[in-house]
């Protein structure tokens, strides 16, 4: 399957909304803590392999990234010195950042593009705050102030349009509406930092959460008093998540072990597949939106694979 090697220690990959052979990966220089940046924008090739289409450097690492749900050449990455860039692929390098967007105080470390408004995003900080954007304003909308250590990702509902999640170094993961500065419910998910959270494509009732206690866990919104299901497989915390665009009960997870996970969180067996694919932390998952079953990931191993759920994704094309 495909293999990029990256100059930089991987730590983001996300699929084109737009076009099913192109990804977006944020990368860091020596693994994130001091050092430039680089977002790639990458092309699968007929042929099998992957080409760099775009590049864009930044003076600090790059922690996430997200494609404009609007623009098709578009993107937003998250960077270490407290700002967010907006990239235009369709423009020259000299052309870019189209913008740069700097209100946080320390690094942001999300930032997710709104899918149903598609005209705004969210991004996450070391702050401890969250901040609301649009592409037509300089300045944030909404700043978000509750959580009390770094907020480690933010997701937006699938079919709210007002409505994101966010996970905190806290313990607790928060539901949101942009309309009100106050979050709309409080699950003290975990009794360890949660690094990543992500929503149900089918159901927007249930929210994931994936922690440094090294389980991933699946809530019910509506009576949040316990989780629906406590995924445990993983030997160190569990770096990110993401629910399937295909299969309702479908989650992709990636961790400090090195390795990426597939489950069916109703299921009994819930680890359906296990990948051990990266030398070095596993930091970046996604699944594509528009080819059923291919996946990506990406770590600090400065590789970035893509390939098909059930494939070896070291095994060549």
């Not at 649009?134 to 300045?139: F, I, K, N």
């Not at 170094?169 to 360890?192: E, F, K, N, Q, Y």
């Not at 990543?196 to 440094?212: G, I, M, P």
């Not at 489950?263 to 059923?292: I, K």
Request: proline content about 5%.
């Amino acid at each position: 399957m495909p293999v990029f090697k990256t100059p930089f220690n991987g730590y983001a990959v996300r699929f084109s909304p737009f076009y099913e052979n192109r990804i977006l990966v944020a990368t860091a220089q020596n693994f994130g803590i001091l050092g430039n940046g680089r977002l790639h924008i990458l092309d699968l090739n007929p042929s099998g392999g992957i080409s760099e289409l775009r590049s864009f450097d930044t003076a600090d690492g790059v922690y996430d990234c997200a494609w404009s749900e609007s623009h098709d050449s578009l993107a937003v990455a998250a960077v270490a010195d407290g700002s967010l860039k907006l990239w235009d692929a369709a423009l020259p390098p000299s052309a870019n950042p189209i913008r740069s967007l700097k209100e946080h105080a320390r690094e942001v470390h999300a930032v997710d593009w709104n899918p149903v408004r598609r005209d705004s995003f969210i991004s996450a900080s070391w702050d401890d705050s969250l901040k609301l954007w649009t592409l037509d304003r300089p300045t944030s909308i909404r700043t978000f102030r509750e959580h009390a250590y770094c907020v480690y990702s933010a997701a937006w509902s699938p079919r709210h349009a007002d409505v994101f999640a966010s996970a905190s170094g806290d313990c607790t993961a928060r539901v949101w509406d942009v309309r009100d500065p106050s979050s709309s419910l409080v699950i003290p998910a975990h009794d360890h930092e949660i690094l990543s959270c992500d929503w149900n494509k089918y159901d927007d009732c249930f929210l994931a959460t994936a922690s440094v206690d090294k389980t991933v866990r699946v809530w019910d919104v509506r009576a949040s008093r316990a989780p629906v299901a406590t995924l445990a497989g993983h030997g160190y915390a569990v770096r990110r998540i993401k629910f399937s665009p295909h299969h309702e009960n479908l989650l992709l997870s990636c961790s400090y072990d090195m390795t990426v996970c597939v489950w069916d969180y109703r299921a009994e067996d819930a680890l359906l597949a296990r990948y051990d694919h990266h030398t070095e932390f596993a930091v970046g998952v996604d699944m594509s939106v528009l080819v059923e079953g291919l996946l990506a990931s990406t770590g600090w191993d400065e590789l970035v694979y893509v390939w098909q759920h059930g494939t070896d994704p070291r095994a060549m094309p």
